[in-house]
C-alpha cells in the first residue's frame, strides 16, 4: 500500500509555481521521498529525490519538512507541458540487506497547467 | 530519453495466445523491475530481478513470468492471456547495488497489450 496522501487534482496557471503538497507521516528515517510524474501514458519519469535535505535540480525543488512527515514539489515556472500526474512515493532504501528498493505507486495527483 | 528500451511498442492478440514482452535496462543497471497499469488499477508493481536472480514479487499472476539473462536483458512472459490482461506493461531499471541507498529508477515507455 502506498504510503503518501496527495490531492487528487491541482491546478496551476502557466508561468507561476506549482506547489504539490504530499503527506507522509508514517515514513521512517530509511525512507526516501521520491517524486515521479507520467505524462498521458508515457513512462513515469523521474523528477527528484530527497532524505530530510531540500533538494533543487533542473526541474524541480524538493522542501521535506523537518519532521520529514511532509513535503512539497514546486516546479518554479509551471508549463503546458507539466501538465500530469505527480507522484509522491516513499521508498524503502534496501541497505545493507540487499532487500527490493522498489516504488509503490498511490493514485498520484492530477496537476493541470492552464494558458 | 531513459534508457530503457522495450519491445514491441504495441501488440494486440487473442484470448488464451501467449506473449513475451522484452526489456533492455539502462547501460550498468543490474536490477530490473515490471510494472503493469491497466485503467482501473494503477501502476502495479509485478515482480524485480537483480543481476539475474528474482528478488521481490509483487501481484503477478501465475499465468505471468520473468527471467532476466546474463546481458541483464529482462523478458516478462504473459501466457493464457484473457481480456482483463490488456494494459501498459512498464520496465524499469536501476543500479541498485545493495548496499547503496537513494538508487533512482527509470523506466522505459511501456508496451501496449491489447488482448481481443
Known amino acids: 500500500d502506498a504510503k503518501t496522501t496527495q490531492p487528487p487534482s491541482m491546478d496551476c496557471a502557466e508561468g507561476r509555481a506549482a506547489n504539490l503538497p504530499c503527506n507522509h507521516s508514517?515514513?521512517?528515517?530509511?525512507?526516501?521521498v521520491y517524486w515521479y510524474r507520467q505524462i498521458h501514458s508515457q513512462g513515469p519519469q523521474y523528477i527528484i529525490h530527497?532524505?530530510?535535505n531540500n533538494e533543487t535540480n533542473e526541474m524541480a525543488s524538493l522542501i521535506i519538512t523537518e519532521d520529514r512527515k511532509s513535503s512539497t514539489l514546486i516546479l518554479p515556472h509551471a508549463t503546458l507541458r507539466d501538465t500530469a500526474v505527480y507522484y509522491c512515493?516513499?521508498?524503502?532504501?534496501?541497505?545493507?540487506?540487499?532487500?527490493?528498493?522498489?516504488?509503490?505507486f498511490g493514485k498520484g495527483m492530477k496537476l493541470t497547467v492552464n494558458p | 530519453d531513459s534508457g530503457v528500451t522495450q519491445t514491441p511498442k504495441h501488440l494486440i492478440t487473442a484470448t488464451g495466445q501467449r506473449v513475451t514482452l522484452r526489456c533492455s535496462p539502462r547501460?550498468?543497471?543490474?536490477?530490473v523491475y515490471w510494472y503493469q497499469q491497466s485503467l482501473d488499477q494503477g501502476l502495479q508493481f509485478l515482480i524485480q530481478?537483480?543481476?539475474?536472480?528474482?528478488?521481490a514479487k509483487g501481484n503477478i499472476l501465475e499465468r505471468f513470468s520473468a527471467q532476466q539473462f546474463p546481458d541483464l536483458h529482462s523478458e516478462l512472459n504473459l501466457s493464457s492471456l484473457e481480456l482483463g490482461d490488456s494494459a501498459l506493461y512498464f520496465c524499469?531499471?536501476?543500479?541498485?547495488?545493495?548496499?547503496?541507498?537513494?538508487?533512482?529508477?527509470?523506466f522505459g515507455e511501456g508496451s501496449w497489450l491489447t488482448v481481443v
Open positions: 524499469a531499471s536501476s543500479v541498485d547495488t545493495g548496499g547503496h541507498s537513494g538508487n533512482t529508477i527509470y
Open positions: 508514517t515514513i521512517s528515517g530509511n525512507e526516501y
Open positions: 530527497g532524505l530530510k
Open positions: 512515493i516513499v521508498r524503502l532504501a534496501g541497505g545493507s540487506t540487499g532487500g527490493s528498493e522498489k516504488l509503490v
Open positions: 547501460s550498468g543497471d543490474l536490477s
Open positions: 530481478y537483480y543481476n539475474g536472480e528474482e528478488r
